[in-house]
């Protein structure tokens, strides 16, 4: 699957397991398998802090394409970035309506639809 790594965060974000700076608001696409992902802690813990945003596109070899359903960052409606900040499809967790939210690119929407 094809993963890109987006940089949220208003610092450059090293991510030492693929050996690459992401400048602020910067991104980067590469191939990777589920068991890459999986194993790679480091951006796992990027995404938890709130650093980095993932989206995952399928390649024409790919079956499925999942991520980590579990490492959704905590946002307020306050705290969270700009839906144009990040990826499309990008997802977080909204302590403020109890539930995720997805950027369509422009605009934070739950998941019926509906801005937030």
Do not use: C
């Not at 068991?35 to 995952?56: E, H, I, N, P, W």
């Not at 929407?109 to 801005?115: F, I, P, T, V």
């Amino acid at each position: 699957m094809l993963v890109t790594i987006t940089n949220i965060a208003t610092v450059q974000v090293f991510v030492s397991t693929i050996y690459t700076t992401i400048e602020v608001s910067g991104s980067v696409t590469m191939s990777r398998t589920l068991a890459d992902m999986d194993r790679d802690l480091q951006l796992k813990q990027l995404v938890v802090d709130g650093l980095v945003s993932l989206t995952y596109s399928k390649e024409a070899t790919d079956i499925n394409v999942s991520g980590w359903s579990n490492v959704a960052h905590t946002y307020s409606n306050l705290t969270r970035p700009l839906p144009t900040a990040v990826p499309a499809k990008t997802y977080i967790y909204n302590s403020d309506d109890n539930a995720f939210n997805v950027s369509d690119g422009t605009n934070w929407r739950d998941m019926a639809g509906n801005l937030t």
